[in-house]
């Protein structure tokens, strides 16, 4: 085989990898040394096509970069690397510099990547235009090269690889660039530069400007099956159901596929589900997204320690477990809540020492690193190197820039140890025997193609920067073709509507006959639990609760009549209970005065027994023979006397006594004015036809009341339930 570059031209799943690995196992046969270049995340994929093929020495997988790092060792021209946060973290630097303090570390993120697209066209910053947010990107650029001088990072690897002398030893026979839809410029130039000493074999499913194939491949489609499921809860068990009768041995009715014979693709955010429903169907799914250091155990332990408004979940995470729980059922956040939570719940203990290990010292790299100690994080060098880096961005508060280069970088993708669940970006590259698609629907599969920040697309058009990607290439029908082919028998799953309404497939398909039951409690009689309600409630009930008995849910009205926690009173009912406390609050104060004349003698929270039922009356209050009756709302509530029963009826029963001519009704929020209902009152042998209508829907609630029948009655009112959900709990 003569020196040269060979580039294979074929849409995803037209077999570039089939034909690469035939010239590989050629070359292998002969004794001779293969290179084959890829993603990282396709290593594993590669070495277990040739170990299917038999048992061979002498091909080596790596990255372009890996490549590209051995180019340079080779010749003797290393220097420190400068991974992707520290690219980060430079960038902050060179923007605080040019822009002065208050540097964000997205803004950061955001000139560090565009900067990169740069670099990986092989463009300099005198290719930018001076004005406007190019010209911004251009200073960021220049300073950050200057900051950056002594070390490279990942695309000046690339830039000096195809300077540096070739030495390649020992020299391969062959060079296979497989798994790429596409190659940036500077690395086709390396490629052809690579190709004057040996075969470069590269495969692409679209070609680079002036590249000619030296071989097309066609469209080799794999059989597919659209499969609709009717939400996507069905769809996920169908999938882990299809799954347990494909690894199941063919003995027990199953298809014996081995676990890397198959694989799933699925949006990022469908991810943790399907693993968390992995336990219970016995499958072994393995997690196939990127993970950034954060996202370890240790980090998310880090991320709790630096979180700048702590929630209940980083207590929990730090082991201050009293106060986390507490804080984690009122969904309360921040320093100053989770201090008088800790003050009120007399765990001011457990908050003082979550407040010391959060302190930064004065050293702060040894404060850092005993804070690692005391989380139990084992390999503190990559945090302790990006709480330095963070330190060169901003000396004075380091932290958050902390917080974010943890975040930032990625960590090399694990080796695959049973199905993998990818996110479709992952599964580029990697082909199975079968595959299954989730959720095949419009807008999920889309390389999310749009405009750039700094550099428009008429500025890729011409000029200088004429080198770099455009952005709106249409790339999606290319993308969802290569995602719908990641086997050789593609099952493509979707749900017919989601919670938002109806989905748009991207295929019509049909609904698939229902499989056996796969998991144990799929398998076991399904005896669902249900609460037995209550079915008897001692003492009278209000009005209210009668109406909302019959209109709301029976079981949480019958839950609310049980006072669960000694609340503050607030508002109005502090007022009722100590309205002194109220008159020396200066926010308070003043209102009260200016309502003096309906407070005077106003009765509050009142309860007037009947034979069935009571009426409790939130303000009333007499002048002679009129009486006003108040219903006391919460700080702008709005009234709610159109829906009420208890004023209504009061009105009708307050008419019909001796010693009552009129009465008004009010409505009034708390620190707001008191509004009439109506302006004339109502009087003595009026009709009242609301409190008549009440009538037939208080005889039904007081029948169901007095029939015990409290079952919970799940609906809106669910919502806004305090119960969270006990009516469908096993333990209370
Ligand atoms: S969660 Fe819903 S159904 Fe259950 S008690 Fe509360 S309101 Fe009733």
């Known amino acids: 085989m003569k020196a040269g570059l060979y580039p294979v031209l074929g849409p995803p799943a037209s077999g570039k990898t089939a034909l690469a690995l035939d010239w590989a196992l050629g070359v292998l046969e002969r004794r001779g040394r293969v290179l084959w270049v890829g993603l990282p995340h396709q290593r594993a994929y590669v070495y277990r096509l040739l170990g299917a093929r038999g048992a061979f020495l002498g091909l080596e997988f790596l990255s372009l970069q890996a490549l590209y790092y051995r180019v340079l060792a080779e010749a003797g021209w290393l220097r420190p690397l400068l991974p992707g946060a520290g690219r980060v973290a430079l960038v902050g630097e060179a923007l605080r510099e040019l822009m002065g303090p208050g540097v964000a570390p997205g803004e950061a993120r955001l000139f560090a990547r565009a900067i990169a697209e740069l670099k990986r066209s092989g463009l300099s910053p005198f290719a930018l235009p001076k004005e406007g947010e190019a010209g911004r990107l251009r200073r960021v650029y220049l300073a950050y090269e200057r900051l950056k001088r002594g070390s490279l990072d990942y695309d000046d690897f690339r830039h000096k690889a195809i300077k540096a002398p070739l030495r390649l030893y020992p020299e391969p026979s062959l060079v296979v660039v497989d798994g790429f839809r596409e190659v940036g410029p500077l690395d086709l130039r390396f490629l052809q530069r690579l190709a004057k000493r040996v075969p470069v074999l590269l495969t692409l499913e679209v070609l680079p400007e002036g590249l000619t194939p030296w071989r097309e491949l066609a469209p080799r489609p794999p059989r597919r099956e659209v499969l609709a499921l009717a939400n996507p809860v069905e769809e996920a068990r169908y999938l882990l159901k299809a799954l347990k009768r494909a690894l199941a041995p ?34 072994p799914l393995e997690d196939g997204r990127e993970r950034s250091l954060a996202e ?32 984690l059922r009122l969904g309360l956040a921040g320093e100053e809540a989770l201090g008088l939570l800790a003050e009120r719940e007399g765990l001011l203990e457990e908050w003082r020492a979550f407040l010391a290990l959060r302190a930064p010292g004065q050293d702060l790299l040894a404060w ?73 629907v419009a807008g999920r599969y889309t390389l999310g193609e749009r405009e750039d920040y700094f550099l428009l697309e008429e500025l890729r058009e011409e000029g200088p920067l004429r080198g770099l990607k455009r952005r709106l290439r249409g790339l999606d029908p290319l993308f969802r073709e290569e995602v719908a082919s990641r086997g050789e028998e593609v099952v493509l799953l979707y749900p017919r509507a989601g919670p938002s309404g109806p989905l748009e497939p991207l295929a019509e398909g049909r609904r698939p006959e229902p499989l056996p039951p796969s998991s144990r409690l799929e398998a076991l009689p399904h ?44 508002g109005w009912a502090l007022l009722a209970k100590d309205p002194k406390a109220l008159e020396a609050d200066p926010a308070v104060s003043p209102w009260l005065q200016a309502h003096r004349e309906h407070l005077e003698g106003m009765a509050f929270f009142l309860n007037w027994d009947g034979r069935r039922y009571r009426l409790r009356l939130d303000g009333v209050r007499r002048q ?41 009704l009010w409505a009034w929020p708390w620190l707001s004015e008191p509004t009439p209902l109506r302006k004339t009152p109502y009087r003595k042998g009026e009709a009242v036809p609301r409190a008549r209508a009440i009538g037939p829907r208080l005889e039904e609630a007081l029948a169901g009341w007095e029939a015990g029948s409290f079952a919970p009655r799940p609906g809106n009112a669910c919502y806004t339930c305090r119960f969270e959900d006990i009516c469908r709990k096993e333990e209370g």
């Open 624 to 664: 002679g023979k009129a009486v006003h009756l108040y219903r006391l709302l919460p700080e702008d509530e709005e009234p709610d006397l159109g829906r009420r029963w208890t004023e209504w009826k009061a009105l009708e029963n307050l008419l019909s006594r001796d010693d009552v001519e009129a009465v008004h």
């Open 368 to 440: 850092a690193e005993e804070a690692l100690e005391r989380l139990g994080v084992e390999a503190k060098e990559p945090f302790l190197a990006r709480l330095r880096l963070a330190l060169r961005v901003d000396r004075a508060d380091p932290l958050a820039w902390w917080r974010s280069l943890i975040l930032d970088e990625t960590l090399p993708p694990e080796v695959g140890k049973g199905i993998p669940v990818l996110p479709p970006l992952r599964a580029t590259g990697i082909r199975a025997r079968r595959a299954y698609v989730l959720e095949w």
């Open 296 to 327: 370890t155990e240790e980090g998310e332990r880090v991320l709790a320690l630096l979180s700048p408004y702590p929630t209940g979940r980083d207590l929990l995470a730090l082991g201050f477990a009293r106060l986390g729980r507490k804080a």
């Open 527 to 570: 005896t669902p639990f249900r609460p037995i309600p209550p079915s008897r409630a001692r003492g009278l009930p209000t009005l209210e609760a009668l109406r909302r008995f019959l209109e709301e849910c029976p079981l949480r009205v019958y839950l609310e009549r049980f006072p669960t926690t000694d609340g503050e009173a607030r």
């Open 250 to 283: 063919k003995a027990l009715g199953g298809e014996g596929l081995a676990p890397e014979e198959v694989l799933v693709v699925a949006p990022e955010d469908r991810i943790p589900g399907l693993l968390l429903l992995k336990e219970e169907y016995g499958l």
